[in-house]
């Protein structure tokens, strides 16, 4: 998805120049921005999964361990807070990849 990315702006910067670049570079900032803030946070998920069933193994019950142990709400949080991510701010990365590679140039043909 990346390299295919970079690969289309590579071609539109040249062929129509630095105009070519600035047209669709905050789709590229974006599209990076994003994968690489999901590919960071799954890391630390990865992480806080480890810890919070360390912590679910000692407790009475999920509820429970939720209404008393700070650690624990932490580690949840940070789960959640990746499952959103992943399910409602990723996929923005498809949206930005498949408009650098439609590479609709018409504002470079603007009389201004």
């Given at each position: 998805l990346?390299?295919?990315s970079i690969a289309s702006l590579k071609k539109i910067g040249e062929e129509q120049g630095k105009d070519g670049y600035i047209l669709y570079s905050v789709n590229?900032?974006?599209l990076m921005g994003d994968v690489l803030c999901c590919f960071y946070l799954l890391k630390q998920a990865e992480s806080?999964?480890?810890?919070?069933?360390?912590?679910l193994m000692g407790a009475t019950s999920q509820a429970e361990l939720l209404e008393e142990n700070e650690e624990a709400q932490f580690y949840w949080n940070k789960l959640r807070t990746t499952e959103f991510y992943v399910w409602s701010v990723l996929?923005?990365?498809l949206s930005n990849a498949k408009t650098i590679k439609n590479?609709?140039?018409a504002p470079?043909?603007?009389f201004l």
């Open positions: 990346m390299l295919e590229m900032l974006d806080a999964q480890q810890k919070w069933e360390t912590l996929p923005r990365a590479a609709n140039l470079l043909n603007a």
